[in-house]
């Protein structure tokens, strides 16, 4: 009896071994702000309901996306999955496992078609979406709202967009903003033109040589009909809405309608001056509005500042938009448990909790809605991106980020008097035809 | 066997460890960066494509875009150095007495040093922000409305930081020479009738020269390779006109993903860099006094 006792319990626990047990993943995410916030407390889930536990893993931004080159070029295991964006995922594709058997049913009922697109490449999804991002017009409700009434304001308005720009215009409501309504209100707005300004600028532009900046700009281009390429593959930078948009930042710049030291601004510097009350309105990444709307930090503006669509172009307004990702590092040996992972963050229960968290994901309505109460900017991105969204042609291509450096070196030494608007065309041009030929 | 040989042959002893550290922590990637420069590499295939001989390195010495990193280098380091430098001096004429009774107050003087780099242009984007930045605000209450971030005054912003981080450094340097000389120097100076400035410029200098020599071509090769602070304030911009040769080589290798181009170009600023210091240190031995 006790030899059968012995063999019977041998035998479970041999079947006990038998059974694989899933090894626990490392996640290599996007770190701070909301999204990191977001994300521990659906990964806390997952590790409570899963038998594979999640380990987060965070490098800090500063040149994120090169440090995790270098280690999966390296062959790096040291995590499992790792991070996407739509403006590299042709980059990192060849270092990631594609995920297109997970895209079921589920997770359609998560994200709309368009979103899983933002993390594709040719013909295949490297990523499960997590943020989204786009541009945004942040403006004081309080000074549009007087310039739209105040006789006085009015005349100067028309005085000084007339000295400037060469028409006298009338103020418009910022939903209905055209960039020369753009440009007409900076200069409205800035001290040092119109004195009796109660900000000192009327705007704030992000000019720092950084391949981000060259994002929020674009919109401008795009909104004058500008692309990177035709149809055809031909670069087509070297148009009238690449000068037209680069021109209307200049003026402005020249006019020192934003910072002199906007040279060297990016996100957070652009946040300062808008947060501290010296700026009427800018255009802005949207993960700004969470930061703007916590109670207590941006006194200067709390209660009093309203978003909405970038001014319009010949073609309306345009917005650049992508999206952040996780997707699987090819290196990894835990394949299964990081597809698991990614299977569960591709839930509408795990999407739900990160925005309700404080993430931005580009969900679906239904999902979208529940939480549009709290979060009335997650509609706006959500109704922007399918209206105005745009991806350049060739902006998820594997030479992408490149470019989108090149531009910021070449784009940045025009608006400083270092270069004629021409070379900086042309240099880039060059250098796409170059990197697009590889 | 005599001392003197005896000596020699246990200095060499005591050398193997050195060498065999440096043999393992400099001499194996510079192998291997020699080995990537001669290769077609990316970042697909870091073991390489193929053989590229010379390419790499032809390609990158007819960038350019080199010339004027190399440019902006140049100018950074000549700048930042000759002011580190006579600042420490200046420094070390008139503290080394103070510093010589309280030399606990060297520690406060060395600490910009201890900050690293990039830590420091975090710090001076946020101290030197028109909104919410210290020095702005105090220059505005002053009557001075100056943008320090702006076309006219990025380049000197760079290189004052810079200056305000390794001048210690220097000082550091040079004040230990100046209290390695012997205190019967200054009495027999004092007993001769020199003033204190004669008994610096015509004693103190001449003696400190060697030491003077090294931390210049130091400081020179390290500001000539600056990165970290103007990375990080202005990314090289606006265009590339705070382009320095590394911020160069770091877009090179990650931006346009030329490995090869960028590591051939770190080999030979590492080639001229050893070639510098060996002249500086021949110079400066030279220099010392028997």
């Known amino acids: 009896m006790s030899l059968l006792k012995n063999l019977s319990v041998s035998c479970a626990a041999l079947a006990i071994a038998a059974v694989p047990v899933m090894a626990?993943?490392?996640?290599?995410?996007?770190?701070?702000?909301?999204?990191?916030?977001?994300?521990?407390?659906?990964?806390?889930?997952?590790?409570?309901?899963?038998?594979?536990?999640?380990?987060?893993?965070?490098?800090?931004?500063?040149?994120?996306?090169?440090?995790?080159?270098?280690?999966?070029?390296?062959?790096?295991?040291?995590?499992?999955?790792?991070?996407t964006a739509t403006y590299n995922v042709g980059k990192y594709a060849p270092f990631m496992t594609p995920i297109n058997d997970l895209i079921n049913d589920e997770v359609l009922s998560t994200y709309p078609q368009g979103a899983i697109d933002t993390q594709s490449y040719e013909g295949n999804v490297y990523g499960m979406p997590t943020d989204l991002s786009l541009h945004f017009l942040y403006y004081r409700e309080d000074l549009i709202n007087e310039l739209l009434s105040n006789a006085a304001w009015k005349a100067k308005y028309a005085k000084i967009s007339e000295e400037y720009l060469g028409t006298a215009m009338v103020p418009k409501p910022a939903d209905q903003w055209s960039w020369d309504d753009f440009s007409a209100a900076a200069?409205?707005?800035?001290?040092?033109?119109?004195?009796?300004?109660?900000?000192?600028?009327?705007?704030?532009?992000?000019?720092?040589?950084?391949?981000?900046?060259?994002?929020?700009?674009?919109?401008?281009?795009?909104?004058?009909g500008g692309d990177w390429r035709d149809a055809d593959g031909n670069i087509t930078v070297n148009s009238?809405?690449?000068?037209?948009?680069?021109?209307?930042?200049?003026?402005?710049?020249?006019?020192?309608?934003?910072?002199?030291?906007?040279?060297?601004?990016?996100?957070?510097?652009?946040?300062?001056?808008?947060?501290?009350?010296?700026?009427?309105?800018?255009?802005?990444w949207s993960a700004a509005f969470a930061e703007f709307i916590k109670p207590g930090e941006y006194p200067a503006i709390e209660g009093n500042f309203d978003i909405t669509r970038q001014p319009a172009g010949d073609l309306g307004p345009k917005t650049h938009y992508h999206s952040l990702g996780l997707g699987i590092n090819a290196n990894s040996e835990r394949q299964d448990e990081a597809r698991a992972f990614l299977s569960y963050l591709g839930s509408n229960e795990a999407m739900e909790m990160y925005l309700a968290n404080g993430g931005q994901p580009p969900v679906v309505d239904a999902i979208m809605n529940a939480q549009a109460g709290d979060r009335p900017d997650m509609l706006m991105m959500a109704d922007h991106t399918a209206k105005y969204g745009i991806v350049?042609?060739?902006?998820?291509?594997?030479?992408?980020?490149?470019?989108?450096?090149?531009?910021?070196?070449?784009?940045?030494?025009?608006?400083?008097?270092?270069?004629?608007?021409?070379?900086?065309?042309?240099?880039?041009?060059?250098f796409m035809e170059e990197e697009f030929a590889k | 066997m005599n001392l003197q040989a005896r000596e020699r042959r246990e200095a060499k002893i005591f050398l193997v460890g050195l060498c065999v550290f440096l043999a393992l922590m400099l001499g194996f990637p510079s192998l291997a960066n020699l080995w990537f420069s001669l290769n077609e590499v990316s970042f697909h295939n870091l073991t390489g494509d193929g053989f590229a001989g010379l390419n790499n390195y032809k390609e990158a010495l007819s960038n350019p875009g080199l010339w004027k990193a190399l440019g902006y280098s140049l100018k950074f380091g000549v700048i930042a150095t000759f002011l580190e430098v006579s600042l420490a001096l200046i420094m070390v004429f008139t503290l080394h007495p103070l510093l010589a009774r309280k030399p606990w107050l060297t520690a406060i003087l060395m600490m910009p040093m201890m900050v690293s780099p990039a830590l420091m242009g975090v710090m001076y984007r946020l101290i030197l922000n028109e909104f919410t930045g210290i020095v702005p605000g105090y220059l505005n209450l002053l009557g001075f409305h100056v943008s320090l971030m702006g076309r006219a005054m990025v380049q000197h912003t760079v290189i004052a930081i810079e200056v305000l981080q390794w001048t210690p450094f220097a000082f550091l340097i040079l004040l230990t020479a100046r209290q390695s000389l012997p205190y019967e120097l200054e009495e027999a100076a004092a007993i001769d009738g020199a003033t204190e400035t004669g008994f610096n410029f015509k004693v103190v200098l001449p003696l400190i020269t060697p030491a003077i020599i090294i931390v210049t071509f130091i400081r020179f090769i390290d500001s000539f390779r600056v990165f970290d602070h103007i990375f990080v304030l202005t990314g090289g911009g606006p265009g590339s006109s705070t382009t320095s040769i590394s911020i160069y080589i770091y877009k090179l290798f990650f931006q346009r993903s030329e490995l090869g181009e960028a590591v051939a170009l770190s080999l030979v600023l590492l080639f001229a860099s050893l070639v510098l210091l060996y002249f500086g240190m021949k110079l400066a031995v030279r220099k010392e006094p028997s």
């Open chain 1, 24 to 83: 626990d993943i490392t996640v290599l995410a996007w770190p701070g702000g909301p999204q990191e916030e977001a994300l521990r407390k659906v990964v806390a889930h997952y590790n409570e309901t899963s038998e594979s536990q999640a380990e987060l893993l965070y490098f800090s931004r500063d040149n994120f996306f090169d440090k995790m080159l270098a280690d999966v070029a390296a062959g790096s295991k040291d995590f499992d999955v790792m991070l």
């Open chain 1, 187 to 224: 200069l409205f707005f800035t001290k040092s033109i119109n004195p009796e300004s109660p900000v000192a600028y009327g705007t704030v532009l992000q000019l720092k040589n950084l391949l981000f900046n060259i994002m929020i700009w674009q919109g401008t281009a795009a909104s004058f």
């Open chain 1, 240 to 284: 009238d809405a690449y000068r037209r948009g680069l021109e209307l930042y200049k003026k402005l710049i020249d006019a020192e309608a934003t910072p002199a030291d906007s040279l060297s601004y990016e996100y957070a510097e652009a946040n300062a001056a808008f947060g501290a009350g010296q700026v009427a309105f800018y255009t802005q």
């Open chain 1, 392 to 430: 350049m042609n060739g902006g998820a291509s594997s030479v992408a980020l490149g470019i989108y450096s090149n531009m910021a070196e070449n784009f940045t030494a025009y608006w400083a008097d270092e270069m004629d608007i021409d070379a900086a065309i042309n240099n880039v041009t060059e």
